[in-house]
């Protein structure tokens, strides 16, 4: 799966609202974390089991 126009987009997209936005398993989630951060990426909002999970996916 090769990185396409609308991918670049998204990121440039997000990476200006002040998110990573780094994809995880081909965009199912993006990083919620600013750019440039250490230590794994985590989509905040993605992925939950339940509205009182403190984080959704965590992955690097
Ligand atoms: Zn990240």
Redesign the pocket.
């Known amino acids: 799966m090769g990185k396409t126009a609308d991918e670049e987009a998204s990121r440039a997209a997000g990476q200006a609202a002040g998110y990573?936005w780094?994809p995880y398993r081909g965009g199912r989630a993006r990083?919620t974390?600013r750019p440039g951060?250490r230590g794994p990426?985590?989509d905040h909002y993605t992925g939950r089991q339940s509205p009182t999970d403190m984080q959704g996916v965590e992955w690097d």
């Open positions: 990573c780094a990083c974390k951060h990426h985590v």
